[in-house]
């Protein structure tokens, strides 16, 4: 395609971008500049405008179920038992199997060797991320460790639980004591899906949102692509890091905020999801991924499939793309200065990486997001609690009834947190993306537009046929909104 002479001079005025230029850029993160992203904190008040309108408001009018969710939750009665088999089937088969690691530690073969035996394969789930997380009076929080056998293709079967706090291995064989370590291990996973690993499909790509608006002209045709799917992020993103009425504050009377421990801790989660535990292969330092992340078992397959679709869609779109294209360039070397691991313009356009990056970050803020909110809103607040009030357990001990374990107040405030930002809430879908790819190559654009979608369309059915249905397309959002 030729771009015609306005991209191959530096003639655009301020007019031909988004925002005249002016902005939205990234910045050294106010809470955590040396630990966290680059954050965005400054944004066109048309922006602003457009979150309050269609995602804002729906918070604050959500305040309102309050004494509902009080009632749901009082009616509810505390906790459910979770069989052995439901735990397995929660670790391995929901957004849960992100935890799922064949790295394990030297550390790991220590407390786990009573356990292991030779010739076997053995992962584990690790969620020693928790330990920053300082807990209110009354409530607890414990590192754990399950490890677990492979029986197949990335199939499992559950061995034992290591529990940090009480130096305590546990086994099916211990009774109540590991009935309550199951719960110590769905609450860490609770808390590390939310604040340490989601994490990074938001806050890292913000940059990316940002730079996109500021250096890219809009008519060149990969601001194009892009734009549907940087729409409500960067003050969705303002809004959970800055606000003080953000979930992340976990104030006392804030009604939708269920984590069990103070600001300070939990605000360190999104500092290891990025910058990684030193020492522990379970949490690298975040890379960007110009393929999904590796995900065991099935979860995994079922979003992956999405990427190659994706990838051929980009790839149909930017093919005419030159590769001394100055904007593209420019853009990437921006990038690369903001987010690790993202290639600088020298490098972009090496192999296939030009569409690796685009359709990685489309995957991401599309499949790669949505799945992770519609799976965690399809569990039970009664089997993956977000506070616990025992202690965490040894050998022997026994555990409190499950209505005690959790409080009326505690439940209601998960229950809210849920309807509010874990549950999914889409403004637009992928599926209606409207790319306005006008111009002389309206009619190619177009067809390329109509095959992606019916791609999605047959991807979704060839997926069910297959019995892998975490996300119906429809639930798909066309940008992180929430
Ligand atoms: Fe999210």
Redesign the pocket.
Known sequence: MDFGPLFRNEELGPDDYLYGRKGPWPQPSPDHPHGEAYAVIHLPFVEQLDWWFHVGLRYVVSLGLTPWMFLKAFFMGGLKPVSDQKFHEILTNTMMSKFITPKLDEEDYENFKELMKQGESYVITDLQAVRTVKAYKGLYVCPTKTLMREVGHEEYEVVGIYVFKTKALLTPEDGQAWELAKYFVLQGGAICATLVV?PN??FPLDSINAITKTALPKKHILFKLLKPHLRFTLMLENAVLTFKTSVIRNKKWMSYAPYPGAYEGLRDLLVEGFRGIPGNESYPPYHFPLTPPKVYGKYGDFQNAYYEVIYSFVKSVLKNVKSDDVHVLNWADYIAHHVPGFPKGKDIFKGDTFYQCITSYIWSVTIG?SI??YNYAQQSVQEIPVRLRQSPPKKGDAMISRKNLVTTIDQMKYLMCMKMFFGPTNVTRLIDCDYDFTGDHNKEYKKIVTEFKSQLLELEKKLDSKGLKYIPLNEIAAS?Q?
Do not use: N, P
């Open positions: 989601h499909l938001h997001h992770d909110h992180i929430y």
